[in-house]
């Protein structure tokens, strides 16, 4: 079984630009989630999705950053525009309802971007 | 709100010796899951353990082991006969119940070096 498939894995950027991380979750996995980490600490969850509905999105600053799962399937997470302090690892996961599984969340590679 | 503290930042051992991370958490829900996650150098979070809140009894997964003392609000997680592939960053982490939306709140990690 494939795994949550993020892209690009790297990216680096002058600070005022945008940019766009794409995540497609593990087939079947209703709730897909976006977290930042910066170095050093733990992931924090932006925002998660059900379906295609966000419904918890009270860490994404709303200001600059962006997200979408139009079919409730993949997701695009933007920024723009980008601000130093922007420069993280961002990881995508999935999990299923399926109750077996607690609502154990997949991760992806994550996407390191740098802002310069 | 939820807290996860992982006070031990860095830990170094020789290989086969045993490993000891400490957890401890804060929240109001009674109901709640805990989990431990390993980050390899290569980024991706990777599920290790899980204990829902109603279930104390501290089990033992091959090298894996852990003990979730409800009374200090701790969930520690052991590696015994650690190997150098053991190396990686430990996170744990707190999940409200999945009714409630499963949000994963994360310490900020424990940095395990194991060297041969």
């Known amino acids: 079984e494939a795994g949550v498939v993020q892209s690009p894995r790297y990216k680096i950027i002058e600070k005022k630009q945008p940019v766009a991380f794409w995540c497609n979750p593990i087939?079947?996995?209703?709730?897909l989630y976006w977290y930042r980490q910066n170095l050093g600490q733990g992931p924090e969850l932006l925002i998660r999705?059900?379906?295609?509905?966000?419904?918890?999105d009270s860490q994404l600053p709303k200001d600059r950053f962006s997200a979408e799962r139009l079919k409730g399937v993949d997701s695009t997470l933007k920024i723009q525009p980008a601000e130093l302090g922007d420069s993280a690892v961002y990881l995508c996961?999935?999990?299923?309802?399926?109750?077996?599984?607690?609502?154990?969340?997949?991760f992806g590679p994550g996407t390191r971007l740098t802002v310069l | 709100a939820q807290k996860v503290t992982q006070a031990q930042t860095e830990i170094s051992v020789v290989e086969k010796e045993d490993v000891t991370l400490d957890c401890v958490y804060e929240t109001r829900d009674t109901t709640y899951y805990l989990f431990w996650y390993k980050q390899p150098p290569s980024g991706e979070l990777v599920f290790l353990i899980r204990r829902n809140s109603f279930d104390e009894q501290n089990e033992i997964s091959g090298r894996y082991s852990w003990n979730f003392q409800k009374s200090t609000s701790s969930f520690n997680f052991t590696i015994t006969a650690s190997q150098v592939v053991d190396s990686a960053v430990y996170f744990c982490?707190?999940?409200?119940?999945?009714?409630?939306?499963?949000?994963?709140?994360f310490g900020g990690g424990t940095r395990v070096l194991v060297k041969p």
């Open positions: 996961a999935s999990s299923s309802r399926d109750r077996s599984s607690y609502n154990e969340q997949f």
């Open positions: 999705y059900e379906n295609e509905e966000a419904v918890d």
């Open positions: 087939s079947g996995h209703n709730t």
């Open positions: 982490a707190l999940s409200e119940a999945p009714a409630a939306g499963n949000k994963l709140t």
